[in-house]
């Protein structure tokens, strides 16, 4: 069975800081792993995508990728109190065939950072 | 671009009625649907999925006749939760996926805004 794990933290973290989301995956065979950001109360809103190993820099956001050793994390610098939110790593299988097509979500991180 | 629209955003039912939720994909048309189910403070739990003239495939422990999905076009898919009943509340998320130029078209799931149906 497909996993997808996160640290459900809370993670906390001042104004300004950087915080560091992180996911590992079991399937090896995995090709692109998804950010998903999730305020409370509300549906779930992509942030970034990556499929190629290193990194992925989108504005304050950063997406990494290693193969190898299944893991993928999100960076996000001179956070905001607007960052607080619940952040889901999701991880989706190669081809288009089968459950392949589907999304493994991991339970996801809370964030909160604070002013 | 991508958007994805829930209609409707809030239902209070009494017990043993009927409920239709819509999904539309509306600047893309989506050749996958989603539908998932969301309980406090958990992850997203995928219900089913659907393409568009085609029968819905439905996760392990979903049960087919109590959420009945149809996906007639390329933009809308429902889900009716038949006869419902108080375990059944539940934040009720689609999503939809396809229809669009490069990787994050093809791959990327795009989510409505959600359902929340509160059944007494």
């Known amino acids: 069975q497909k996993e997808v794990e996160q640290n459900s933290g809370p993670l906390s973290v001042p104004e300004g800081a950087i915080a560091s989301l992180n996911c590992t995956y079991s399937d090896r065979g995995s090709q692109s792993f998804f950010w998903y950001r999730q305020y409370s109360g509300k549906s779930p809103e992509l942030i970034m995508f990556?499929?190629?190993?290193g990194d992925k820099e989108d504005g304050r956001f950063t997406a990494q990728l290693n193969k190898a050793s299944q893991y993928v994390s999100l960076l996000i610098r001179d956070s905001q109190p607007s960052d607080s939110a619940t952040y889901l790593c999701a991880v989706r299988g190669y081809g288009s065939g089968g459950s392949n097509y589907k999304l493994t979500f991991g339970k996801g991180t809370l964030l909160t950072v604070n002013p | 671009g991508a958007v994805v629209s829930q209609h409707p955003s809030w239902v209070i039912c009494k017990s043993g009625t009927s409920v239709k939720i819509e999904c539309r994909s509306l600047d893309f048309q989506a050749t996958t649907m989603f539908w998932y189910r969301q309980f406090p403070k958990q992850s997203l739990m995928l219900m089913a999925t659907?393409?568009?003239?085609?029968?819905?495939?439905?996760e392990q422990g979903v049960e087919k006749d109590k959420f009945l999905i149809n996906h007639a076009s390329l933009t809308l898919s429902t889900l009716t939760v038949t006869s419902a009943h108080p375990e059944d509340s539940s934040f009720y998320i689609c999503?939809?996926?396809?229809?669009?130029?490069?990787?994050?078209?093809?791959?990327?799931?795009?989510f409505g805004p959600g359902t929340r149906l509160l059944v007494l």
């Open positions: 999503s939809a996926q396809g229809g669009l130029a490069g990787f994050a078209g093809r791959e990327t799931q795009y």
């Open positions: 659907s393409n568009e003239g085609s029968k819905a495939t439905y």
């Open positions: 990556i499929y190629s190993n």
